[in-house]
T-cell receptor, first 110, second 114 residues
């Protein structure tokens, strides 16, 4: 069953701007992961944040996790045309199964 | 290159055909997965194999039949499919499941059922 739900469904920004997308989920989790999917390709893992962590950085990516609100955000700073893709959050409960949302489609305009 | 290779990339088949999708990984992973991705919908987990044993069948219709002969190879056998089965089928692998390991995905097979 779907656990994570991304918001917004679609986002269009100018190159150089920041992009923020959110993920909400319903039940307690072990960790939350963000993936990127370029058109016609598979998903690529970006970052994993555990339930006892509040913030993680990886290059131009910043992920926050608020377990009290059951929500996470992904921030992409100084966006580039190559960041155009769909972004998915996935939640892992105490078993090994990941539940994915429907994704946020990000378009970066030159 | 993701380390997970899926063939074919595209497949068109009639409802009475039988075809197979193939997935191969040489990452040393012991868990392999089939996901279905339809437009505007969350990824749907179909099957999970751990150490060649099926550990998850997510209520998938019997017209989809998985096979995992070893930890590096995974197949999805298709027969008498329906048009609504048209989708992107993604294979993924991971180290033995603790829930703490990211998935490595292939680029998928785009399936069209006519």
């Amino acid at each position: 069953s779907q656990q994570g739900e991304e918001d917004p469904q679609a986002l269009s920004i100018q190159e150089g701007e920041n992009a923020t997308m959110n993920c909400s989920y319903k039940t307690s989790i072990n960790n939350l992961q963000w993936y990127r999917q370029n058109s016609g390709r598979g998903l690529v893992h970006l970052i994993l944040i555990r339930s006892n962590e509040r913030e993680k950085h990886s290059g131009r990516l910043r992920v926050t996790l608020d377990t009290s609100k059951k929500s996470s955000s992904l921030l992409i700073t100084a966006s580039r045309a190559a960041d155009t893709a769909s972004y998915f959050c996935a939640t892992a409960r105490n078993d090994y199964k990941l539940s994915f949302g429907a994704g946020t489609t990000v378009t970066v305009r030159a | 290159e993701t380390g997970v290779t899926q063939t074919p990339r595209h497949l068109v088949m009639g409802m009475t055909n039988k075809k197979s999708l193939k997935c191969e990984q040489h990452l040393g992973h012991n868990a392999m997965y089939w996901y279905k991705q339809s437009a505007k919908k969350p990824l749907e987990l179909m099957f999970v194999y751990n150490f060649k044993e099926q550990t998850e069948n997510n209520s998938v219709p019997s017209r989809f039949s998985p096979e995992c002969p070893n930890s590096s190879h995974l197949f999805l056998h298709l027969h008498t499919l329906q048009p609504e089965d048209s989708a992107l089928y993604l294979c993924a692998s991971s180290p033995p499941g603790t829930g703490d390991s990211p998935l490595h995905f292939g680029n998928g097979t785009r399936l069209t059922v006519t």
